[in-house]
């Protein structure tokens, strides 16, 4: 018999529930006392605590009663303990996990932490490998939680860059590009260095909503925030995307090139680098049996542009895919935005200055976005 889903449950001497899992989930690699302690770091604390607030009360809008869970992992603990700190201030419903650190982007988080997500009203993961696109996460949400990942954050970043734009700029300049998305269907991405490819989308699909605001039910957002994106019309696009700028946690001194066909990668070329994306995609495919499912680890997933004034170019492509005047492409999985690629990994290449036509309507030329007013 399977041991059972939460492990022995137990009354401590106050009557309060003991979960032995969850327990060993959230002292697996560092417990809350420790991080207590790191909070005096080479750092100014208050900005820390200023951009912990402002996560808490302006992008989520914490209300009173709301039950939040904040997921972090080792190398995120410090920015954990700050928002969790910063949550108390609106609600006495928080609950801060440490599990241990994934291995992946799209790596599924340990079961008790997925069955807490469910749970609760608000979720917020910081943490150093991508949750977005789990089914943890679409389960959240679809039980009627707001939900922020907040995947690679430092706390230079936390406290600079990217999450000091002013958020209400950024969605009035997304809802103002959101016309130009309306009825058209291929998109097109050139640049100097050697992209060249086009691929359809489905227009009513484009995701509008990152723009830090996360305050409705079944809303979720990164941060920081600035971006507009869609899926590939799965077996639309061919042609090569040169990746100049970053992929994943890496600047690039050395272009990736991707060659597509069909809607997939086909080949991997650049060096080192593509060496270790051909070996990481290759080891999460060898993992599936299906031949046809096999491929589909490496469907082109992912398209946007980003729309963050503030973000720079830093090598993680937290931050990287948000910066004006750049797009990016990821691989790997799709389900969370409707697809059939549900590889459990998804990673993101970002291209500087790129060109890019929705048919008719140019949106960057050379890196330089055309649509300010």
Known sequence: MPPPLFGRKEKDDMGEVIDEEI??????????????????????????VQNAQFVIKTSMDIRRGENVL????????????????????????????????????????????????????????????S???????????????????????????????????DYSLIKKRITETASYCRRRRTVMV????????????????????????????RMITNLPAGKIFTMPKEGSMNGKIVIDGSWDANLLETPIELIIEDGLVVDVL???????????????????????????????????FGMNPEAKLIGNVLEDEKQLGTCYFSIGDNSNLGGTANVGIHVSGVLLSPSVWLEDNQILEN???LLEN
């Not at 327990?23 to 302690?37: K, M």
Request: with cysteine; charged share 25%.
């Open 23 to 48: 327990d060993e989930v959230v002292d697996a690699e560092s417990p809350i006392e420790e991080i207590s302690q790191t909070l005096t770091r080479s750092y100014e604390p208050e900005a820390l």
């Open 70 to 129: 904040i997921v972090c992992d080792p190398t995120t603990s410090e920015i954990g303990q700050a928002l969790h700190q910063a949550a108390t201030e609106r609600t006495d419903r928080v609950l801060l996990i440490v599990m241990p650190k994934g291995r992946h982007h799209g790596e599924e988080p340990p079961t008790p932490v997925a069955n807490l997500m469910r749970q609760q009203q608000v979720v917020i993961a910081p943490t150093k490998y």
């Open 190 to 217: 050139k640049s100097k260095s050697g992209t060249d490819l086009e691929f359809e989308v489905n227009w009513k699909d484009w995701n509008l909503d990152d723009n830090g605001i996360c305050n409705r039910p």
């Open 270 to 304: 650049g060096g080192q680098i593509a060496a270790s994306i051909r070996q990481e995609f290759g080891e999460i495919a060898s993992k599936i049996s299906n031949k046809k499912e096999k491929e589909l680890v490496w469907t082109v997933a992912e398209f946007g």
């Open 367 to 369: 890196g330089l976005f």
């Open 131 to 165: 949750l977005t696109h789990t089914r943890a996460i679409r389960n959240a949400i679809r039980e009627g939680a707001r939900v922020a990942t907040l995947p690679g954050i430092t706390i230079p970043m936390f406290i600079e860059g990217g999450m000091k734009a």
